[in-house]
């Protein structure tokens, strides 16, 4: 089994004693999130949760589909993607560098780490809610036994590798992606940009007098002209589902629509095996009575 990636996002609350104090902090960043990213469908549930016996309290983020664990002076975040994948790019575009940029920007940071599972919850200093930065840094640091560098994207695109080299744990400032964003809102003429992290190969969402709109980020063409309700990615794959009125499509990673807008909701499993369907999927619609058979990737957006 491959080594998970936890990424890590500052913040400046310290009251972890108090866990009323800490739910009224969760929730204080559940609204900011849901503000700042447009999530307002009812399609959508952050899922806030005290677990009593771990003494911890969690979220999730929809759309972005990670998990948010608070601790003292920061959030661990799991996207629940192997650490290699942060390496993985389509020439400029890192999309889970950018996944992270996203979540930093929309809480007000300009910087984040990652690292490998082993400096965080499965030996780090992520182990209680009363966890703080500085120890979780001070440890990170002694158990790498250096300064953490700086993520570096030209020497990785440089390598020009598919399995590029890499250190187990990184620093980032955003350099590049702060770049990306400032450079495609000023093409975005009319919308607000989102985030850069894209829904299937090249779309990202942006927001207009207080709708959703999902833009092509080389055109700047709506998929559609009216707004749409929610765009969903919950399908292990490049597909994503776009609610409108009250009801749900399927498009391919292209913004090729599969299905006809119906009532329901898509889910997905795996397809039963064969040596020919290994990585085959099942898109299906048990409302609409609707089935896809669709091919697994073997990485995130290739």
Same mark, same amino acid.
């Given at each position: 089994?491959g080594?998970?990636?936890?990424?890590i996002?500052?913040?400046?609350?310290r009251?972890?004693?108090?866990?009323?104090?800490?739910? +009224?902090?969760?929730?204080?960043?559940?609204?900011?999130l849901?503000k700042?990213l447009?999530i307002?469908?009812?399609?959508?549930?952050?899922e806030?949760? $005290?677990?009593?016996?771990?003494?911890?309290?969690?979220?999730?983020l929809?759309?972005?589909?990670?998990?948010?664990?608070?601790?003292?002076?920061?959030?661990?975040?799991?996207?629940?993607?192997?650490?290699?994948?942060?390496v993985?790019?389509?020439?400029?575009?890192f999309?889970?560098?950018?996944?992270?940029?996203?979540?930093?920007?929309?809480?007000?940071? +300009?910087?984040?780490?990652?690292?490998?599972? $082993?400096?965080?919850?499965?030996?780090?200093k992520?182990?209680? @809610? +009363?966890?703080t930065?500085?120890?979780?840094?001070?440890?990170?640091?002694?158990?790498?036994?250096?300064?953490? &560098?700086?993520?570096?994207?030209?020497?990785?695109i440089?390598?020009?590798?598919?399995?590029?080299?890499?250190?187990?744990?990184?620093?980032?400032?955003?350099?590049?992606c702060?770049t990306?964003?400032?450079?495609?809102?000023?093409?975005?003429?009319?919308?607000?940009?989102?985030?850069?992290?894209?829904?299937?190969?090249?779309? @990202?969402?942006?927001?207009?007098?207080?709708?959703?709109?999902?833009?092509?980020?080389?055109?700047?063409?709506?998929?559609?002209?009216?707004?749409?309700?929610d *765009?969903?990615?919950?399908?292990?794959? &490049?597909e994503f *589902?776009?609610?409108?009125?009250?009801?749900?499509? *399927?498009?391919?990673?292209?913004?090729?629509?599969?299905?006809d807008? *119906?009532?329901?909701?898509?889910?997905?499993?795996?397809?039963?095996?064969t040596?020919?369907?290994?990585? +085959?999927?099942?898109?299906?619609?048990?409302?609409?009575?609707?089935?896809?058979?669709?091919?697994? &990737?073997?990485?995130?957006?290739?």
């Amino acid at each position: 089994m491959g080594v998970n990636i936890t990424h890590i996002i500052k913040h400046d609350f310290r009251q972890t004693h108090d866990i009323q104090l800490c739910l +009224e902090f969760a929730k204080k960043t559940i609204e900011r999130l849901k503000k700042e990213l447009l999530i307002q469908s009812p399609y959508e549930s952050f899922e806030l949760q $005290y677990d009593e016996a771990l003494n911890e309290i969690r979220f999730e983020l929809p759309i972005y589909d990670i998990e948010f664990s608070l601790h003292g002076g920061f959030w661990q975040v799991e996207s629940f993607f192997h650490y290699c994948q942060l390496v993985m790019h389509q020439g400029n575009y890192f999309w889970l560098r950018c996944l992270t940029y996203d979540i930093a920007r929309t809480l007000g940071e +300009e910087e984040a780490w990652y690292a490998t599972e $082993y400096y965080t919850w499965n030996g780090g200093k992520c182990e209680t @809610v +009363e966890s703080t930065f500085e120890e979780w840094y001070e440890q990170a640091v002694k158990d790498y036994g250096k300064s953490i &560098p700086e993520f570096d994207q030209s020497a990785i695109i440089a390598q020009d590798d598919l399995y590029p080299d890499y250190e187990p744990i990184y620093h980032d400032s955003f350099k590049e992606c702060k770049t990306h964003f400032n450079r495609l809102q000023s093409q975005i003429v009319g919308y607000k940009l989102l985030g850069i992290h894209r829904i299937g190969k090249k779309f @990202v969402r942006c927001e207009k007098d207080g709708h959703l709109f999902l833009l092509n980020e080389h055109t700047q063409i709506p998929l559609f002209t009216e707004p749409i309700d929610d *765009v969903l990615s919950l399908l292990n794959g &490049p597909e994503f *589902v776009i609610v409108k009125n009250g009801l749900s499509a *399927v498009f391919n990673a292209y913004g090729k629509q599969l299905t006809d807008f *119906v009532k329901g909701r898509f889910e997905w499993k795996w397809a039963p095996y064969t040596p020919l369907s290994a990585h +085959e999927r099942i898109i299906y619609n048990k409302e609409a009575n609707i089935q896809l058979h669709t091919a697994w &990737p073997m990485f995130q957006n290739e």
